[in-house]
Structures are given as structure tokens and as C-alpha cells.
């Protein structure tokens, strides 16, 4: 089975720093997928990146980036030029194999603050 | 495009009665799924539909919970009856198809509240 852990509750950044996002996972598998979702207090949940497994270059769009280290299992994400608008959970997820489930993390609450 | 759509937005209802939550997926996406988000915690799939047809149920409590997309569109997942754990957020997700790691499209969700 597929686990996800973000260890980080909450986090805080001033508007216009950079903060950077943790992210485990634990897989047997050799082909998946990794995401980060951002789930604003309105709840409508969005996809922000994804990160192919076997692609070793870091995804990026515009102001997010990851920082994928496969061997480790780690998957953070890194936001530069953080804006207000940012604020919200951010889940980290699985999906591998033949299971095409999302597998999430319990999440980070981001807070920008201006 | 209009996005998932999912009604409704909030029920309150109490324990032991049933509720129903409808979703209507992104046009054209054949695969849809249905998530619980309990407070604090990440969504954790119920179910997965490939069209009309249930391919991951495994996680669905099926001694109370039941979920149908008779026509392969949208969907109805039914609590019956709910108990106060039930309390949660369900959200609906839809995808082009399941046989992929496609971008899963979510809608607002349905905060149940069982008191």
C-alpha cells in the first residue's frame, strides 16, 4: 500500500518570499505519478503540478516548482514570490500502478501573510 | 466549461436518516470518483466509475453506503442510514478516463453534517 505523509500542520510566509512545502511517500511501485493539490477555503480543490516518476527533471509552473528525489521518496514544493491568494491546504498525492486512486496526504495549511 | 458540479453544498441531518449527494462530472469525462475528506485530513477515495460500471469499490462501506451512474454521466452516492462518524466532507471528482494518472477535476464538495 501506497502512504503519503506531509509533516508540516501549518506553515506561514510574508507575501513575496519563498516557502517550500514537505512531502514523503512510501511505494513499491515503479511507475506513478506525484501531485500537488491546493484546496483553498472555499474547498474546490485544484491541481497546482505533477511530476512524472520516471522523468528526473523538476517540474515547474510559473512560481511553483518541485524538488523530486527519487531514491529519498521525497517530493517538496517550493513557491517563490508567494501572494496572498496562496493561502490554503496544500495535499500532497499518490497515484501508481494499475490503481489510478489519488492517495493523499493529511495536508499543509499555507498562510501568506502581507 | 463549467467544471463538477455537486449539490448539495451542505446538509444537516440527523442520525439514522438517509441523505443523498448528487454529482454531475465534467462533460465528456468518463471516469468519476467519489472522495470523503473528514476534518483535517486528506480525501480518501469511496468509489471509482469507468462509465456505468464500478471499478474500485473497495473502500465503500457497502452495509450503509451505496452509489449509482446508471447512465454513465453523473452520479448519486446515498448514506442509508448515516451515523454521526458520517460527517465529512464528500467530494466528487471527475477525469477523462481511469486507465491513466490523469488530472483529477474536483467540485466543491458536500459538507454533511450527522448530529
Keep these: 500500500a501506497q502512504t503519503v505523509t506531509q509533516s508540516q ?3 506561514s510566509v510574508q507575501e513575496a518570499e519563498t516557502v517550500t512545502l514537505s512531502c514523503t511517500y512510501d511505494t513499491s511501485e515503479s511507475n506513478y505519478y506525484l501531485f500537488w493539490y491546493k484546496q483553498p477555503p472555499s474547498r474546490q480543490m485544484i491541481l497546482v503540478i505533477r511530476q512524472e ?9 510559473n512560481r511553483f516548482s518541485v524538488n523530486f528525489q527519487k531514491a529519498a521518496k521525497s517530493f517538496s514544493l517550493k513557491i517563490s514570490d508567494s501572494q496572498l ?3 490554503a491546504m496544500y495535499f500532497c498525492a499518490f497515484s501508481g500502478g494499475s490503481n489510478y486512486k489519488l492517495t493523499f496526504g493529511k495536508g ?3 498562510t501568506v501573510n502581507p | 466549461e463549467a467544471g463538477v458540479v455537486q449539490s448539495p453544498r451542505y446538509k444537516i441531518i440527523e442520525k439514522k436518516q438517509p441523505v443523498a ?3 454531475n462530472p465534467i462533460s465528456g469525462h468518463n471516469t468519476l470518483y467519489w472522495y470523503r475528506q473528514n476534518l483535517g485530513q486528506g480525501p480518501e477515495l469511496l468509489i ?15 452495509d450503509r453506503f451505496s452509489a449509482e451512474r446508471l447512465k454513465g454521466v453523473d452520479s448519486t452516492l446515498k448514506i442509508q442510514p448515516a451515523e454521526l462518524g458520517d460527517s465529512a466532507v464528500y467530494l466528487c471528482a471527475s477525469s477523462l478516463t481511469g486507465e491513466t494518472h490523469n488530472e483529477q477535476f474536483f467540485g466543491p464538495g458536500t459538507r454533511l453534517t450527522v448530529l
Design chain 1, 85 to 87: 491568494g496562496d493561502t
Design chain 1, 9 to 11: 500542520p501549518e506553515m
Design chain 1, 108 to 110: 499543509t495549511l499555507l
Design chain 1, 53 to 61: 516518476a520516471y522523468k528526473q527533471q523538476n517540474a515547474t509552473e
Design chain 2, 48 to 62: 471509482r466509475y469507468e462509465n456505468e460500471e464500478a471499478v474500485d469499490d473497495s473502500q465503500l462501506p457497502k
Design chain 2, 21 to 23: 449527494f448528487w454529482c
